[in-house]
């Protein structure tokens, strides 16, 4: 079976940074490209980031580039999100989904998704 | 970047009805690129429908998908108590966006 779980969320002041992580289970984690996606409080769902299988190709979103970095390790079975220069607008629950292939441009769609962890950014 | 626009916002049904969401996007992702999730209040999204019509493991044959170009359709043929939810049309054709959402409600 299955299991992602994420760590690491917590209230944190703006421009303040915070590192996300990702167990997973029950797979053969570096077979497969892994992605964030993240959803504030009473909205819809956002893609944050994706890493290929091999974690060399990362990708990101408008919002987050040039302030949070994916990556993973596969000796751990670990994904990671740094983030960095935190805004208000970067508060929500933050999910991470395996994707269904091991280049991110290969997949797209998620079977599998982790409970969450929450990010508050305030002051 | 290509975006999703659900429609409705809200649909206020009975249970036993049919229900159809639609999710437009601002241009082509193809027949293939777009997926469904149905999300309740404090879980995860559950991945309902990919590639536009094929139904993931496990969820039931009252769940169809169709659609293709900029139009797609999600139809629950007979709401069930455990339908009422919130819905999300996701398209991978370029990067990857989400719509809006569209909530099933109890009417």
């Known amino acids: 079976e299955v299991q992602l779980l994420e760590s690491g969320g917590g209230l944190v002041q703006p421009g303040g940074s915070l590192r996300l992580s990702c167990a997973a289970s029950?797979?053969?984690?570096?077979?497969?490209?892994m992605s964030w996606v993240r959803q504030a409080p009473g909205k819809g769902l956002e893609w944050v980031s994706a890493?290929?299988?091999?974690?060399?190709?990362?990708y990101y979103a408008d919002s987050v580039k040039g302030r949070f970095t994916i990556s993973r390790d596969n000796s751990k079975n670990t994904l990671y999100l740094q983030m960095n220069s935190l805004r208000a607008e970067d508060t929500a629950v933050y999910y991470c989904?395996?994707?269904?292939?091991?280049?991110?441009?290969?997949?797209?769609?998620?079977?599998?998704w982790g409970q969450g962890t929450l990010v508050t950014v305030s002051s | 970047e290509i975006v999703l626009t659900q429609s409705p916002g809200t649909l206020s049904l009975s249970p036993g009805e049919r229900a159809t969401l639609s999710c437009r996007a601002s241009?082509?992702?193809?027949?293939?690129?777009l997926a469904w999730y149905q999300q309740k209040p404090g879980q995860a999204p559950r991945l309902l429908i990919y590639?536009?019509?094929s139904r993931a493991t496990g969820i039931p044959d009252r769940f169809s998908g169709s659609g293709s170009g900029t139009d797609f359709t999600l139809t629950i043929s007979r709401l069930e108590p455990e339908d009422f939810a919130v819905y999300y049309c996701?398209?991978?054709?370029?990067?990857?966006?989400f719509g809006q959402g569209t909530k099933v409600e109890i009417k």
């Open positions: 996701q398209q991978y054709a370029s990067s990857r966006t």
């Open positions: 241009q082509r992702i193809g027949t293939t690129y």
């Open positions: 029950g797979f053969t984690f570096s077979k497969y490209a």
């Open positions: 989904a395996k994707d269904t292939a091991y280049y991110y441009d290969s997949s797209g769609y998620y079977l599998n």
């Open positions: 890493v290929n299988g091999g974690g060399r190709s990362t």
């Open positions: 590639g536009a019509s």
